[in-house]
């Protein structure tokens, strides 16, 4: 399969260059130059399949042609070694939960897939590889844990100064290892700059055997596609979803638009934001204004300018119709998601965490209006990750920590802090050499 740019179909690359490189030169994304469809076989028998053959029939599709069937397998079955429940609140009420990996969000499928399938391009390479990563609290890490102790690569983390929670803070800096982290006086969306930045700096890049952890990284979207045929598989036959996705960067949203494409039923999607509402704005009016990211309690999303967009547009050939046709856009307040977590407790003893509250509120509202309607909204961490909102609302000590996460609380932040310069964070990574 070659792959090409979203700004320029003749730039054309095989596998290995578009996950190393995650970035075309001309500043584009990365996209199969087909899309692949499951074959009448598999949607036959798909109530049947386990989490991990799914996750092997979609990386078959879209990688077989390119990695052995046997080191596919073993890329899957390292990456799917955890469950992703469905959980039913009330009728047609679902909650996809995504946070039983390592690091609590589900960007542990992403992360996990992605360093297995690197690690496999780069076999017998003697080449350090350098994963560069811009983090607005769970990417960074859930690609921390993927990658940490695997020989050959190192990873630089790059987070903004004060906008993730304590403990997403510890998962990024506490590791140690081959795990370097930069704390940012900016936003996310200068974090994602200063890494397109190197990256464009093609010389620099070439030297530094630079690859990206982002999602605009395509490793980390197919796996992501694995859990919407899981989730409803575990709904009764015959019941066709409607998709609810907190979103920042659309990472996940875009995978749910893979197995839309790969056969999966589907009824609608809902991209539900907080007060970040680019994407539902344009939804709504058919113009599309990036702007600077405003921070919230549901701080994985905020987002201002999603890196994944030109990827959705480029699924729906940039028509707005098309794509409205598929996706309805909702945008909520912090108080109305303060407001959803206490609901949620208070009716089904049910802890929902900041993103999956914004999720859950526009399932609601979908609901309202479409009132034979499945939803299906996918809770994407465990509150325990965000333990100063989920405790002003709940109450202290409401919300129990699991062991994985409560021995990083004990360990030590190292972090450099940088300002969110591009010359500063280059002459940084020289040094680092
Ligand atoms: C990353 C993240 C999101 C946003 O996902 P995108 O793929 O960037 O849209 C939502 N919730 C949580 C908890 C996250 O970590």
């Given at each position: 399969m070659l792959y090409h740019s979203t700004n320029n179909p003749a730039h054309r690359v095989d596998l290995k260059e578009a996950i190393l490189r995650s970035l075309p030169p001309d500043n584009g994304l990365y996209m199969p130059d087909s899309l692949p469809v499951l074959d009448p076989a598999f949607w036959q028998f798909w109530h049947e399949l386990t989490f991990p053959e799914i996750g092997i029939a979609v990386a078959d599709a879209f990688f077989g042609e390119d990695v052995p069937p046997q080191a596919l397998v073993d890329i899957v079955e390292g990456t799917v070694t955890f469950d992703a429940p469905l959980v039913t609140l009330g009728p047609g009420d679902h909650m996809l939960e995504l946070f039983h990996g390592p690091t609590l969000a589900f960007k542990d499928f992403g992360a996990r897939f992605m360093a297995r399938l690197m690690a496999w391009l780069t076999r017998g390479e003697d080449r350090e590889l350098t994963v560069l990563v811009a983090t607005s609290g769970d990417t960074g890490g859930a690609v921390a844990s993927a990658f940490h102790n695997v020989p050959g690569t190192r990873v630089i983390i790059l987070y903004p100064q004060g906008k993730v929670s304590g403990l997403q803070e510890k998962q990024l800096t506490a590791l140690g290892g081959n795990i370097t982290a930069l704390e940012i006086q900016g936003t996310f969306d200068d974090c994602q700059a200063l890494v397109k930045s190197a990256f464009l700096d093609r010389d620099l890049a070439e030297r530094l055997n630079l690859t990206s952890a982002n999602s605009i990284n395509l490793a980390r979207l197919v796996p992501q596609s694995f859990y919407y045929i899981h989730a409803s598989r575990q709904l009764p036959e015959g019941v066709i979803p409607t998709f609810v996705i907190p979103s920042g960067n659309f990472g996940n949203l875009t995978a749910g638009l893979l197995a839309l494409q790969l056969g999966l039923p589907v009824d609608h999607f809902i991209a539900a934001t907080n007060r970040n509402d680019v994407v539902p704005e344009y939804l709504r009016t058919g113009q599309y204004i990036p702007r600077p990211g405003?921070?919230?309690?549901?701080?994985?999303?905020?987002?201002?300018?999603?890196?994944?967009?030109?990827?959705?547009?480029?699924?729906?050939?940039?028509?707005?119709?098309?794509?409205?046709?598929?996706?309805?856009?909702?945008?909520?307040?912090?108080?109305?998601?303060?407001?959803?977590?206490?609901?949620?407790?208070?009716?089904?003893?049910?802890?929902?965490?900041?993103?999956?509250?914004?999720?859950?509120?526009?399932?609601?509202?979908?609901?309202?209006?479409?009132?034979?309607?499945?939803?299906?909204?996918?809770?994407?961490?465990?509150?325990?990750?965000?333990?100063?909102?989920?405790?002003?609302?709940?109450?202290?000590?409401?919300?129990?920590?699991?062991?994985?996460?409560?021995?990083?609380?004990?360990?030590?932040?190292?972090?450099?802090?940088?300002?969110?310069?591009?010359?500063?964070?280059?002459?940084?990574?020289?040094?680092?050499?």
């Open positions: 405003v921070p919230t309690i549901s701080n994985a999303m905020d987002v201002g300018a999603p890196s994944n967009f030109v990827r959705m547009a480029a699924l729906f050939g940039g028509s707005w119709e098309a794509m409205k046709s598929r996706i309805t856009g909702m945008s909520f307040s912090d108080d109305q998601t303060r407001a959803a977590i206490r609901t949620v407790k208070a009716l089904y003893q049910y802890e929902i965490d900041p993103h999956g509250a914004v999720g859950w509120l526009a399932a609601q509202k979908w609901r309202s209006t479409h009132p034979s309607s499945a939803t299906i909204t996918l809770e994407t961490a465990h509150p325990a990750k965000f333990p100063d909102v989920m405790e002003a609302e709940l109450g202290p000590n409401s919300i129990e920590v699991p062991e994985r996460l409560a021995i990083l609380a004990g360990r030590e932040k190292v972090a450099t802090l940088l300002p969110a310069d591009p010359t500063v964070f280059r002459d940084w990574l020289t040094a680092s050499l």
